[in-house]
């Protein structure tokens, strides 16, 4: 089955809560998704890679993986 590769960058809004800062953008390859989310952190209140198996197709999808994650990210649903 095909992966979904993703890295996504969070701040902090006026009132505290998480936003979404950047993404979440598809990366290529897991090592990709890394290097984004490394160099992401140093900018961001929060920065996480994951991964999972996906069939969009037929709507399938795994369990998602962290690779990496730094900061204050929201739960992953």
Same mark, same amino acid.
């Given at each position: 089955? !095909?992966?979904?590769? =993703?890295?996504?960058? &969070?701040? +902090?809004?006026?009132?505290? %809560?998480?936003?979404? #800062?950047?993404?979440?953008? /598809? $990366? $290529?390859?897991? %090592? +990709?998704?890394? +290097? ?10 929060? =920065?996480?890679?994951?991964? +999972? %198996? #996906?069939? !969009?197709?037929?709507? /399938?999808?795994? %369990?998602?993986?962290?690779? &990496? $994650? #730094? ?7």
């Amino acid at each position: 089955m !095909p992966k979904l590769i =993703v890295a996504a960058a &969070f701040d +902090r809004g006026e009132d505290g %809560e998480l936003v979404a #800062a950047y993404g979440p953008a /598809e $990366q $290529q390859s897991e %090592e +990709r998704a890394i +290097r984004t989310a490394k160099a992401l952190a140093t900018k961001h209140a929060g =920065v996480i890679a994951w991964s +999972r %198996e #996906a069939n !969009p197709a037929i709507g /399938e999808y795994g %369990e998602p993986t962290t690779l &990496f $994650q #730094a900061g204050d990210v929201p739960d992953m649903e």
